[in-house]
């Protein structure tokens, strides 16, 4: 079976993250001053082959472990549709 999977990869929590710093500060100054603690990530979607839900979630899993999020600054979450 075919599975649509998404993964949301950002900053971990205490960490300092200067891109969403920068996101922060430039909404400040386009007159969104209520925009605060912006963390700036990434999001990946694809479709992975397996037998069950549960597999294709283990597999997403390994994938953000060895290449998709670096595991020493990054914190990831896995979903997938079906």
Same mark, same amino acid.
Do not use: W, Y
């Given at each position: 079976?075919?599975?649509?999977? +998404?993964?949301? /990869? @950002?900053?971990?929590?205490?960490?300092? $993250?200067?891109?969403?710093?920068?996101? %922060? +500060?430039?909404?400040?100054?386009?007159?969104?001053?209520?925009?605060? $603690?912006?963390? @700036?990530?990434?999001?990946? %979607?694809?479709? /992975? %082959?397996?037998?069950?839900?549960? &597999?294709?979630?283990?597999?997403? !899993?390994?994938?953000?472990?060895?290449?998709?999020?670096?595991? /020493? !600054? &990054? $914190?990831?979450? /896995? %979903? @997938?549709?079906?």
């Amino acid at each position: 079976m075919n599975f649509r999977v +998404h993964v949301r /990869v @950002v900053p971990r929590a205490g960490l300092l $993250d200067p891109q969403g710093q920068a996101v %922060e +500060h430039a909404l400040s100054a386009l007159g969104f001053a209520g925009a605060k $603690d912006v963390r @700036v990530g990434k999001a990946i %979607e694809l479709s /992975v %082959e397996a037998a069950s839900k549960h &597999e294709a979630h283990a597999q997403a !899993t390994a994938m953000c472990d060895k290449l998709l999020a670096n595991p /020493v !600054t &990054e $914190d990831f979450l /896995v %979903e @997938v549709e079906g």
